[in-house]
């Protein structure tokens, strides 16, 4: 079993919808996790970041942290064409070290 | 948020030539800075962590004398593909570490032909 397992995609959605992105994962140590979001042919870019079990919002983003069940989600709310990338979810077990990535889940939002 | 540079963007080389790639942290200093290789659609791979004033940490299969990382300051890491085969064109990415979390550069494209 991978340490961080997420649903490689392509997911496509209509314009306006509501977007869930899962990962789930194995070391219950795990206590920071992330999402990036990538576009083709660039680095990364850091989304959200959370501690621990919870929600976190930020705009039309929102991360939820369920420890017990070792899953974390990405909502984006009313979805854009522009949201279309490659979702990365990362996590550590360290304050800010040892980061373990998720494969990425691919978004298409169509005009 | 925290700023990470790459340098150069695209890099076309021959192969058997060397080439080097700089990642710098902009406005943050990064005692710990990490290189990825990303083949096509698929997810980043660690190759090695930089630490500033030592030796870099390789991941397992990663050669250490091939793909050699200098890290000579707090701002800035370098990695250089010695001897680049056309099997070494993948797309280099770099990121640097702050206090909790880690930001990334926007990636350098290797070709080798």
């Known amino acids: 079993q991978k340490e961080v397992e997420q649903d490689p995609g392509p997911l496509s959605v209509p314009e306006g919808a509501i977007v869930s992105l899962n990962c789930t994962y194995s070391?219950?140590?795990?206590?920071?996790f992330m999402w990036y979001r990538q576009y083709s042919r660039k680095g990364p870019e850091l989304l959200m970041y959370t501690y621990s079990s919870g929600n976190k919002e930020d705009g039309r983003f929102t991360a939820q942290v369920d420890k017990s069940s070792k899953y974390i989600s990405l909502f984006i709310r009313d979805s854009q064409p522009s949201d279309s990338a490659t979702y990365l979810c990362a996590m550590s077990v360290d304050y800010g070290q040892n980061f373990v990535f998720g494969p990425g889940t691919r978004l298409s939002v169509l005009p | 948020g925290a700023v990470v540079s790459q340098h150069p963007s695209w890099v076309i080389c021959k192969s058997g030539t060397s080439v080097k790639i700089e990642c710098r942290s902009l406005d943050f200093q990064a005692t710990t800075m990490f290189w990825y290789r990303q083949f096509p659609k698929q997810s980043l791979m660690l190759m090695a962590t930089s630490n500033e004033g030592s030796k870099a940490t390789y991941e397992q299969g990663v050669e250490k004398d091939k793909f050699l990382i200098n890290h000579a300051s707090l701002t800035l890491s370098t990695l250089t593909v010695t001897s680049a085969h056309p099997e070494d064109s993948s797309f280099y990415i770099c990121?640097?570490?702050?206090?909790?979390?880690?930001?990334f550069g926007e990636g350098s494209w290797l070709t080798v032909v």
């Open positions: 990121s640097a570490k702050t206090r909790n979390t880690i930001y």
């Open positions: 070391n219950s140590a795990f206590q920071y």
